[in-house]
């Protein structure tokens, strides 16, 4: 199956910075990517759909200056978490699918744990 | 707005028995289906999509079926092992023009040797 990669796997900041999270389709081309939310024991929560070339689409509750996505390739999106805060700890995670690939399974990435202290 | 159950947090099952993992839906019936394995600290990995049309899927020890009249999907797992152990999530995409996954809770299945 396809395949996505996500990096880095683990982080930990200080309260106060900035942190990105890349999100990589490594044997195809995705013109949309989403993001989700994972806190402990609960399920996945989009935050937003990555557009390439256009600007990402949130979901309701997700301020968009401090999730900052960008999609400036077929095979990368990026999430920028602004001004990082220990409520913003959680367990991030990107999926893309195949081109034409409607009605299909989602491939998604392995995870990031954003720890801020 | 929509609502996704998945009425047992946990389940423990013996080795060999048949695991029934349920998903329930509130209003409207999605366009399809999806059930998903997640690892503890990775990313899910898809295991079986089903159709609004559909009854039933199989793969392999997997099944899946789909009643849109109870709004409820049922996931088996037969022969189970404890390579089986993990948290399945089922996913729904409500409308053909739109292809967000809204995602259940989870329920976290352990196979007892």
């Known amino acids: 199956g396809a395949v996505v990669s996500q990096h880095p796997s683990w982080v930990i900041c200080k309260s106060g910075t900035s942190v990105k999270i890349e999100c990589r389709s490594l044997?195809?081309?995705?013109?949309?990517m989403f993001w989700y939310r994972q806190f402990p024991k609960q399920s996945l929560m989009l935050m937003a759909t990555s557009n390439e070339g256009s600007k990402a689409t949130y979901e309701q509750g997700v301020e968009k200056d401090k999730f900052l996505i960008n999609h400036a390739s077929l095979t990368l999106s990026t999430l920028t978490v602004t001004s990082a805060h220990p409520e913003d700890s959680s367990f991030y995670i990107c999926?893309?699918?195949?081109?034409?690939?409607?009605?299909?399974?989602?491939?998604f990435g392995q995870g990031t744990r954003l720890t801020v202290v | 707005s929509q609502k996704i159950e998945q009425n047992s947090e946990a389940l423990n099952i013996q080795e060999g028995k048949t695991a029934t993992l349920t998903c329930n839906y509130t209003n409207y019936s999605p366009a399809y289906l999806q059930w998903y394995r997640q690892d503890p600290g990775r990313g899910p990995v898809f295991l079986l999509l089903?159709?609004?049309?559909?009854k039933e899927k199989r793969k392999e020890r997997l099944k899946v079926t789909f009643d849109t009249t109870l709004k409820q999907s049922l996931f088996h797992i037969t022969a189970s092992q404890p390579a089986d152990s993990a948290t399945y999530l089922c996913?729904?995409?409500?409308?053909?023009?739109?292809?967000?996954?809204?995602f259940g809770t989870g329920t976290r299945l352990t196979i007892i040797p």
């Open positions: 044997d195809f081309q995705a013109t949309t």
């Open positions: 996913a729904l995409v409500w409308d053909f023009g739109n292809e967000k996954l809204t």
């Open positions: 089903i159709r609004e049309n559909e």
């Open positions: 999926s893309a699918r195949v081109p034409g690939g409607w009605g299909t399974e989602a491939f």
